[in-house]
C-alpha cells in the first residue's frame, strides 16, 4: 500500500483492551477470516480497538496495513473512491475505482481497515469484489451493524471493565479497572489536581457504572468533573445527555439516555436538575433557586 493509509495516531493512551485485542489479532492471523467486522454501540472503543490490532500486526501483512476512515461519507457509492484516495491512488477520472484498487492490491498481503461503515451499509458489495479479486486481502470493519458479508465474522466490543459497586475493591486495584482507570486518567488530563482518592472512588465507580463501562461517555463525563472540582459536586452527580432529536441522531455516545436539552446549547451535558448539589451561582438552577420572590404587593 503506497503510502499504506496511515494509521492515525490517537491523542491519548488506550486504557486496557489486552484480551479483546488479543482475540481480534488471533481471528485476524486466521488464513480463513477474510473480513472481520468489530460492532457495537457508538462510542464502545470499536475504533480504538482495531487502531490497536491494526498496528501490531505489520508482520502479519508484510505488504501493508491501511486505515480509511468512513465516517465522514453518507453516500454508499464513494465508497470505492474513498478507499482509493486513502491508500493514495490518483483519481483518474474514466477508471473504475474498485478496479484501481484491486489492480493495486493485487495477491498483496494486506490489512485493510474501513472505519465507521454502519452509515454506509449498503456499499458492503464493494468489500466483497475486493476480497474476491485480491486473494490476500484481509478486511477489518468497524461498524455498529455487521455487513452480512459471506464469511464475515463479527466480534462484538464488549463495554470497559466495571467494579462491582457492592463490593468495592482497595484503592490501588479500583484504580486498574479499566473503567476507572479510564475516567481518572481523563479527569487528570482535564485538571491536573484530580487524583481518585478514598473519597471520590465510589462516586467515580458509580458515574462509570451508570455510563455502563462506555468510553467514550467516561470520558466525557471526566472531562466535564474537570469543571466542577469542587468535592460537593460529587456525591449527587448522575449523567445524562440533553440532546434535541436533531443532535440525537449523530449523538455517538449510544448512551440512550438522551433527554431534552436547552435551546442554543451546543454539548451534550448531564441534566443540570442532577446537579442541584453543585449547581453554580451563575448556573440557571443557581440563579432560578436565588430569584427574589415577588413582592406581596406587586401584580
Ligand atoms: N480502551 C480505551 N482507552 C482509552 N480511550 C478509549 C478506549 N476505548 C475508547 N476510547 C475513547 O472513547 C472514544 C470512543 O471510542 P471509539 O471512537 O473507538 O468508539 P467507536 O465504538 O468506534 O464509536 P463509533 O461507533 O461512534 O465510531 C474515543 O475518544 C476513544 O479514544
Ligand atoms: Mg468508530
Same mark, same amino acid.
Given at each position: ?10 491523542l491519548?493512551?488506550?486504557?486496557g ?11 485476524l ?10 460492532t ?11 487502531l ?26 464513494l ?10 491512488? !490518483? ?18 498481503a ?9 452509515q ?11 476480497l474476491?479479486?485480491c ?13 452480512h ?17 457492592? !463490593?468495592?475493591?482497595p484503592l490501588d486495584?479500583?484504580?486498574?479497572i ?8 481523563? @479527569?487528570h ?5 484530580? @487524583?481518585?482518592?478514598?473519597?471520590? @472512588? ?27 472540582p469542587?468535592? !460537593? ?12 432529536p ?17 435551546p442554543?446549547a ?25 430569584? !427574589? ?7
Amino acid at each position: 500500500m503506497a503510502p499504506p493509509g496511515r494509521l492515525p495516531v490517537p491523542l491519548a493512551p488506550l486504557v486496557g483492551r489486552e484480551r479483546e485485542a488479543a482475540i481480534v489479532r488471533a481471528l485476524l492471523d486466521h488464513p480463513d477470516v477474510r473480513v472481520l467486522t468489530l460492532t457495537g454501540p457508538g462510542g464502545v472503543g470499536k475504533t480504538r480497538l482495531a487502531l490497536r490490532v491494526a498496528a501490531e500486526l505489520g508482520e502479519v501483512f508484510p505488504d501493508g496495513v491501511g486505515f480509511v476512515s468512513l465516517a465522514p461519507i453518507a453516500d454508499p457509492a464513494l465508497v470505492p473512491a474513498t478507499i482509493a484516495r486513502a491508500l493514495g491512488l !490518483r483519481d483518474s477520472g474514466d477508471r473504475d475505482p474498485v478496479a484501481a484498487l484491486t489492480s493495486h492490491l493485487g495477491a498483496g498481503a494486506y490489512l485493510l481497515v474501513l472505519d465507521n461503515f454502519e452509515q454506509i451499509l449498503a456499499a458492503a458489495p464493494v468489500v466483497a469484489d475486493l476480497l474476491a479479486a485480491c486473494p490476500r486481502l484481509t478486511v477489518l470493519v468497524t461498524s455498529r451493524e455487521i455487513l452480512h458479508l459471506y464469511g464475515e465474522q463479527a466480534y462484538l466490543v464488549p463495554p470497559l471493565a466495571l467494579p462491582d459497586l457492592n !463490593r468495592l475493591p482497595p484503592l490501588d486495584e479500583l484504580g486498574q479497572i479499566e473503567a476507572v482507570r479510564l475516567f481518572a486518567d481523563r @479527569a487528570h488530563a482535564a485538571n491536573a489536581a484530580f @487524583a481518585l482518592t478514598a473519597t471520590n @472512588a465510589p462516586a467515580v465507580a458509580a458515574i462509570c457504572a451508570r455510563l455502563d463501562g462506555l468510553p467514550l461517555a467516561i470520558e466525557l463525563a471526566a472531562a466535564r468533573s474537570a469543571m466542577f472540582p469542587r468535592r !460537593r459536586y460529587w456525591p449527587g452527580w448522575s449523567i445524562g445527555c440533553r440532546c434535541s432529536p436533531a443532535v440525537r441522531a449523530t449523538c455517538r455516545s449510544g448512551c440512550g439516555r438522551c433527554g431534552p436539552r436547552s435551546p442554543g446549547a451546543t454539548t451534550c451535558s448531564p441534566p443540570r436538575s442532577r446537579l442541584s448539589s453543585a449547581a453554580s451561582p451563575s448556573s440557571p438552577a443557581g440563579s432560578r433557586s436565588r430569584r !427574589r420572590k415577588p413582592s406581596a404587593g406587586h401584580g
